[in-house]
């Protein structure tokens, strides 16, 4: 099981990119962290989920 | 009139103590953005005795700016690096500022940030946010990124806050309200986000560890 924003999903195996298409999430807008690192655009299909693995995914909203 | 240098670094001291004020005065960060949370956040990281600030941003003072910006309407049609240049002189005359009147791109980054300690993620759109975070983490990765997400309207200051999303990059905000959603930006509510940001700089440049 991989931790995504606080749940438990089934999703080990799968490529970061692959979970992301999955999701509502738009890869241009967010940022995302990975065991305590951030993860680069380039690597979101390189990386593979792995069980145990936390994950948060922050997405940005307009104003500054 | 205008006080010495070394009265100014002699009082500054005494508010902060001599550790604490070494590692300010010694500290460069940049400020990606100008606007309502950029100059809010130079204006507290020049007041607090930072030595040296990089300012970024390719836009110009517009009257649309002055309900949350820190700038003045004599100012409108300046370069917002010039206009905020001039207004952190005014604060604290032995500042050191670099300007970059440029739009950053993924081409110039490196270029722009590589001498900055941390950086300040200031921009208006998430797409722009995105791709700060984005290549900060790929090509600067020994650098600090504070960026802001979420201050628009009218909700509760309370709901601004700054989370530490690993040991280099803290996010400040309510990381929901949207400029998009209704309301736009209001100058308490962005004040507050940009202190969030600002104060996050301080307690890196402190050795602070938790957020």
Known sequence: MVKINGEFLPVDGKTLAEYLE??????????????????????????????????????????? | MIPTREEWQRTLTERHGEELQKKLSGATVAICGLGGLGSNIAVSLARVGIGK????????VDITN??????????IGMSKT???????????????????NVKVTTDNIVGLLHNADIICEAFDRPEEKSMLVDCVFE????????????????GSANLIKTR??????????????????????????????????AHAVIRIIAGEKDF
Do not use: W
């Not at chain 1, 305590?36 to 990386?47: D, G, L, M, R, T």
């Not at chain 2, 999303?165 to 209704?182: K, N, P, Q, R, V």
């Open chain 2, 164 to 197: 530490k999303l690993t040991s280099h990059f803290i996010l400040c905000g309510d990381e929901i309200s949207d400029i998009s959603d209704g309301m736009g930006l209001v100058c308490s509510r962005v004040m507050l986000c940009a202190a969030h940001q």
């Open chain 1, 22 to 64: 999955t999701t509502s999430f738009d890869p241009v807008i967010i940022a995302v962290e990975r065991n305590e690192e951030i993860v680069p655009k380039s690597a979101y299909n390189k990386v593979i989920l792995k069980d145990g693995d936390i994950l948060e995914i922050v997405s940005f909203v307009g104003g500054g």
């Open chain 2, 66 to 75: 002055l309900h949350r910006q820190q700038y003045k309407a004599e100012q």
């Open chain 2, 82 to 100: 010039d206009a905020l240049a001039q207004n952190l002189s005014e604060i604290a005359p032995y500042l050191e500022i670099e300007q970059h």
């Open chain 2, 139 to 154: 090509m600067l990765s020994d650098k600090y990124l504070v960026s802001g997400s979420g201050m628009a309207g009218l």
């Open chain 2, 53 to 60: 600030l990089i300012l970024i941003d390719f836009d110009m």
